[in-house]
């Protein structure tokens, strides 16, 4: 008797398995000491955070939005890839620059505008698969009892006023920082737009409908798809039939 579902393969020559060790190589051999440390930190964070994520999965719980927007600068992996911008830079800030308030600002802002504008993008193809948990829609959804359109209103008028706080930020940046942390905050607010620009040039979230969506705004929300312990149960259903 068999389910109907296709067996569960894993490619244990994967891309993956061969990827991490020449990345670990090419990093540690052009990040300054300083960058590998905080990259180290910030690996660390998001395996934790992404560990958070699968446990409140597991639970079915949303939390709420305290705890999530910590979470998601981590779980995301926007934090741990921004730290790669010292990396391509070939600059090595100190830590006390990122204890200035306002470098510390403009980088919460723009990790925060990739975050959300991330979030708005994908809620389509997580609702599709139950997973919208991990997922600033869903999150402000239940945090502040509003619809989904409610919500992607607020959703872009928040994105509008993070580019503001990254805009204000960058523009009081003190010189005695270096010119090395003005060139940092100016990438990353490159960082931001590229995540736009990539998010409709990619059919990850909207399929062949992207080009539509880029135009118009609208979405569409697809069907839930059927969890493959339902599909198993349906295709054990089938054979005993």
């Known amino acids: 008797m068999t389910s109907g579902c296709p067996p569960f393969q894993v490619d244990r020559a994967s891309t993956y398995r061969h990827s991490f060790p020449r990345f670990r190589a090419r990093f540690l051999s052009l990040a300054g000491p300083k960058n ?54 070939g600059i090595d800030l100190d830590d006390e620059v990122y204890e200035d308030e306002n470098f510390k600002a403009a980088l919460l802002a723009a990790c925060d505008h990739v975050c959300w504008a991330n979030d708005i993008y994908s809620y389509d193809m997580e609702q599709s698969k139950g997973l ?19 919500t992607a209103d607020y959703i872009g ?35 931001m737009t590229g995540n736009l620009a990539w998010s409709f040039e990619t059919p990850r979230y909207f399929g062949s409908r992207v080009a539509e969506v ?26 005993e039939e």
């Not at 705890?67 to 990396?87: G, K, M, Q």
């Not at 919208?132 to 409610?150: F, K, P, R, Y």
């Not at 008028?157 to 100016?186: H, M, N, W």
Request: with cysteine.
């Open 36 to 89: 590998v440390k905080r990259f180290a930190e910030l690996c660390e964070s998001y395996t934790d955070c992404v560990a958070v994520e699968a446990e409140l999965r597991e639970r079915g719980e949303i939390p709420d939005l305290a705890t999530f927007i910590p979470l998601r600068r981590n779980n995301s992996a926007v934090f741990l890839c921004l730290s790669l911008v010292e990396c391509l830079l």
């Open 132 to 150: 919208m948990g991990n997922n600033i829609v869903a999150v402000l959804m239940q945090e502040n009892h509003t619809t989904l359109q409610e």
């Open 214 to 239: 880029n135009k118009t705004g609208i979405v569409i929300l697809r069907p839930v798809e059927l969890p493959e312990d339902n599909c198993s149960e349906s295709g054990s259903e089938s054979d």
């Open 157 to 191: 008028e928040r994105c509008r006023e993070f580019v503001a706080q990254y805009t204000a930020a960058k523009k009081q940046l003190s010189p005695s920082l270096g010119p090395d942390a003005a060139r940092f905050i100016d990438a990353i607010g490159y960082w």
